[in-house]
Nanobody, 122 residues
Framework: QVQLAESGGGLVQAGGSLRLSCVAS????????MAWFRQAPEKEREFVAV????????NYADSVKGRFTISRDNAKNTVYLQIDSLKPEDTAVYYC???????????????WGQGTRVTVSS
């Protein structure tokens, strides 16, 4: 098993940037592909980005392409989400998730963090 803990959320003005972090503990980090999802108020959780075990493959939701960057540092057991040009519609709780499959489907991820809240003011 793997335990995940996100950090880095906060209140930021539109146009600003944040870097979210997710530290993994437990089973070998490189056993997992990692993803970020988000859930806006009164909306379903949605896929944001995924990265494969060695960082060589990445995929993004169309809504965040060009503004969000996912990366990982396997030496630190950490996956990051750099968010630039923040918009009010990016307001959500952001979750990291781990899977042994390289997928974008929420149900394929068996391990989740508790989330970090991002609020973007206009």
């Amino acid at each position: 098993q793997v335990q995940l803990a996100e950090s880095g959320g906060g209140l930021v003005q539109a146009g600003g940037s944040l870097r979210l972090s997710c530290v993994a503990s437990g089973r070998t980090f490189t056993s997992y592909h990692m993803a970020w999802f988000r859930q806006a108020p009164e909306k379903e959780r949605e896929f944001v980005a995924v990265i494969n075990w060695n960082g060589g493959l990445k995929n993004y939701a169309d809504s965040v392409k060009g503004r969000f960057t996912i990366s990982r540092d396997n030496a630190k057991n950490t996956v990051y989400l750099q968010i630039d040009s923040l918009k009010p519609e990016d307001t959500a709780v952001y979750y990291c998730a781990a899977s042994t499959l390289y997928m974008t489907t929420e149900t394929r991820f068996g391990y989740w963090g508790q989330g970090t809240r991002v609020t973007v003011s206009s």
